[in-house]
C-alpha cells in the first residue's frame, strides 16, 4: 500500500467563500450620533451602563445620540458631556469634539434663519 498520502486536509485552496466586504462610512461622512451609537453598539453597552459608568444623565445621553443639542442647554457642560461619553467609548476626544463643534453650530445656524 502506497503511504505517501498525507491525513493532513488539501490546504493549497480554501473552499469558504470570501464574505462581502461592508461599506462602512470613513468618519469623516459619519454624524457625531452615528459614531458614539455605532461604538456603543460595538462594546455592547446599553445607555443605562454608559448612564451609571459616565454619570452623564440619560437624557442627556440620549440627546447626544440623537443630535438634540437644544437639549443640553449650557455648551461647556454639553462640550463636557460629549468629551467624557466619547473618552468613556474608547474614542479620541479631539476629533469627537470638532465634530461637536461643528455640528452644533450648524444647528445654531439652521434656528437663525
Given at each position: 500500500?502506497?503511504?505517501?498520502?498525507?491525513?493532513?486536509?488539501?490546504?493549497?485552496?480554501?473552499?469558504?467563500?470570501?464574505?462581502p466586504k461592508?461599506?462602512?462610512?470613513?468618519?469623516?461622512?459619519?454624524?457625531?450620533?452615528?459614531?458614539?451609537?455605532?461604538?456603543?453598539?460595538?462594546?455592547?453597552?446599553?445607555?443605562?451602563?454608559?448612564?451609571?459608568?459616565?454619570?452623564?444623565?440619560?437624557?442627556?445621553?440620549?440627546?447626544?445620540?440623537?443630535?438634540?443639542?437644544?437639549?443640553?442647554?449650557?455648551?461647556?457642560?454639553?462640550?463636557?458631556?460629549?468629551?467624557?461619553?466619547?473618552?468613556?467609548?474608547?474614542?479620541?476626544?479631539?476629533?469627537?469634539?470638532?465634530?461637536?463643534?461643528?455640528?452644533?453650530?450648524?444647528?445654531?445656524?439652521?434656528?437663525?434663519?
Amino acid at each position: 500500500m502506497n503511504e505517501s498520502k498525507s491525513n493532513q486536509p488539501n490546504q493549497t485552496h480554501s473552499t469558504r467563500p470570501t464574505p462581502p466586504k461592508k461599506s462602512r462610512k470613513s468618519l469623516a461622512d459619519q454624524t457625531l450620533a452615528e459614531i458614539l451609537i455605532r461604538r456603543r453598539e460595538n462594546l455592547d453597552i446599553s445607555l443605562s451602563e454608559a448612564e451609571q459608568a459616565t454619570r452623564i444623565r440619560g437624557q442627556y445621553l440620549t440627546a447626544i445620540e440623537t443630535a438634540d443639542y437644544a437639549l443640553l442647554k449650557d455648551d461647556v457642560y454639553a462640550r463636557g458631556y460629549v468629551k467624557n461619553y466619547a473618552d468613556y467609548l474608547g474614542l479620541d476626544t479631539k476629533p469627537i469634539l470638532k465634530l461637536y463643534d461643528s455640528e452644533r453650530a450648524g444647528q445654531r445656524e439652521m434656528r437663525r434663519q
